[in-house]
């Protein structure tokens, strides 16, 4: 087993073990990534990727470090590939950030559909108002009549808060909807940006969700739900792995260190880094 205070150690084991390991969840998904299955001969210089122990091939897994003993390919090539022609896949914190980021857009995509279907309705609702009215004011007063409540236009509750919306002017009910449809492209954009892995969307979906945490902290004040309470849970956690994971407004080093690291998880470099250590039959 690697040393436990060894930084290179491979997936799984040292100071990478852990409960969850991004490059074993891509692994499970789309299957190991492996080189020299179809070379005829393997040089000592390949050992970083594959090698030859009695009379068996390990390959070694690009993504997740993992060994795996496989008979030999039909031959295609004299020799494995080298760097220069190994496409190596996303690995370490790129390849958390990726899934950290497209769950966070997930949300975002979500909160986008439903803004904009509520500020679709609102705009259909605005122009068929003087149409809906009729029918509406008689169904609440049957509801509010047949569990005895008061009939009219005076309901309490629900009820009386869509009665005020049926009589608010045509002008505030645009104004909601043209409020409602700039949020739910501000979460579009969001979405798009994060799944995208943009810099600048890392920027704007932590300003944005910042500043909505003051409402959220003021609706609480009033009322308190498992809803808002989670909800508020989810966006600070946004908020702090922006902040802290992507250092944002060049905190921990700022964009030169997040340079760095990706330069460090990004091709071969990445497998040099983690040495990969004598195969061992099990």
């Not at 494995?80 to 496409?87: A, K, L, Y």
């Not at 986008?112 to 029918?135: D, H, W, Y």
């Not at 009549?145 to 509750?157: F, L, N």
């Not at 994060?194 to 959220?216: D, H, S």
């Amino acid at each position: 087993m690697a040393d436990e205070k060894d930084p290179r150690a491979p997936v799984g084991t040292g100071k990478r073990a852990g409960l969850l390991h991004y490059e074993l969840l891509g692994c499970a998904r789309r299957g190991h990534v492996l080189v020299g299955r179809d070379a005829a001969q393997i040089r000592p210089e390949d050992a970083m990727v594959v090698r030859e122990q009695d009379g068996l091939r390990w390959h070694r897994c690009l993504r997740c470090d993992a060994w795996l003993p496989l008979p030999p390919g039909e031959p295609r090539r004299e020799f494995c590939p080298g760097p220069d022609e190994v496409d190596v896949p996303l690995r370490g914190r790129l390849l958390r950030d990726r899934y950290v980021l497209r769950l966070i857009a997930l949300d975002r995509a979500l909160h986008f559909l439903v803004l904009a279907v509520l500020a679709i309705g609102i705009f259909a609702f605005a122009r068929e108002r003087a149409t809906l009215s009729g029918p509406f004011f008689r169904i609440v007063d049957a509801i509010q009549g047949g569990v005895g409540g008061r009939t009219g236009s005076s309901g309490q509750g629900m009820l009386g808060e869509l009665t005020k919306a049926f009589n608010a002017r045509g002008t505030t009910l645009s104004l909601i909807g043209l409020v409602i449809a700039a949020y739910a492209l501000l979460e579009g954009v969001e979405a798009v940006g994060l799944w995208l892995g943009r810099r600048w969307a890392e920027y704007l979906t932590f300003i944005a969700t910042t500043v909505l945490l003051i409402p959220e902290l003021y609706e609480l004040t009033h009322r308190v739900s498992a809803l808002k309470i989670v909800t508020l849970i989810v966006n600070l956690l946004v908020v702090a792995y922006l902040l802290f994971a992507k250092r944002l407004f060049g905190l921990r080093g700022g964009a030169r260190a997040e340079a760095q690291e990706r330069a460090r998880d990004v091709g071969w470099p990445a497998l040099e880094h983690v040495l990969p250590g004598p195969v061992q039959r099990t």
